[in-house]
């Protein structure tokens, strides 16, 4: 009866798609993804109301956009105020700079998938299903 957490994955490297995915499928948490190559794209499923997800992943390092230009555009929408907006990178000292953006959750990229699942078990054991708008 429990809705599925629905999250938005933006993250240019196929194999960490791959690796996230795998990652998922190993939670304790019903979850459904939905991936973007480039933040450009995941703003305009955003507005355009094609996707309206309980998180979003996003990863710094991107083409185009980059993850924290893409934090400041997502929190300039208002429908999304309550969105979990989870930023990570390879680099921990992006931190500081990611939340005060407006990231409610930051890690940086473990490097095995067991690591993978400990990060995201975390974000998801915070989350409440009352907290939705």
Do not use: W
């Amino acid at each position: 009866m429990n809705n599925p957490i629905v999250c938005l994955l933006i993250d240019d490297d196929t194999e960490d798609q791959e690796i996230f995915m795998m990652a998922l499928k190993n939670l304790d948490h019903d979850v459904k993804c939905i991936m973007e190559k480039n933040a450009i794209n995941a703003l305009n499923s955003l507005k355009s109301g094609l996707v309206s997800p309980d998180f979003i992943f996003v990863d710094l390092n991107l083409p185009l956009m980059n993850g924290k230009e893409f934090i400041v555009e997502m929190r300039k929408l208002v429908d999304f105020d309550a969105v979990q907006l989870v930023a990570y990178s390879s680099s921990s000292h992006e931190k500081h700079n990611s939340l005060r953006l407006g990231a409610t959750h930051f890690f940086s990229k473990p490097t095995t998938i067991p690591l993978l699942e400990e990060a995201l078990n975390g974000i998801f054991n915070e989350y409440s299903p009352d907290h939705r708008g």
